[in-house]
């Protein structure tokens, strides 16, 4: 008896810890576009880390959400594709850092556009949605700072049949 109830008292700690770390540290956005299609569905819910990047960098191929579009900013996700300090082309759809293509096998959706080469500001980064044919991205507005990145998205949570 007094091992269940142990066992009981512990599964109730850890619970509430995590739900305590998850009201702090975790953000879950509905999804509203297609851009990230077929990462990201359109009204897929997608757990957000806000912790991720106090302890390690952005890297190239992060999916990243972020605030766009002031005063009424919204939750926007997106690859990293450029990081501070890269020449950033896009011609005929085809991406280039410092001269070089980029491999991105998940773009499953790829258009022909393309974008003046834009030099990544030191605290930039220069982002694209997956479904390239139909994203508002760097392309468009240019980079995104860095103060606006909210954090790494990590999965879809919600609905279940996406887990």
Known sequence: ?????????LT?????????AAAFFVRTPQVDGLSMEPRVH???????????YRFGPIRRG???AFRHDAPNPETYIKRVVGLPGERVSVRGGVVAIDG?????PYVRFPDRRSAPEVTVPARGYYVLGDNR???DDSRTWGTL???DIVGKALVG???PRRV
């Open 145 to 147: 700072d860095a103060a």
């Open 12 to 20: 109730a700690q850890v619970v509430l810890l995590v739900a305590i």
């Open 157 to 159: 949570i919600w609905p």
């Open 100 to 104: 070089r293509p980029l491999a991105e």
């Open 133 to 135: 044919a139909d994203s």
């Open 42 to 52: 359109a009204g897929e819910f997608v757990l957000i880390n806000t912790l991720a």
């Open 1 to 9: 008896m007094a091992k269940a109830r142990t066992f009981v008292s």
């Open 62 to 64: 992060d999916v990243v």
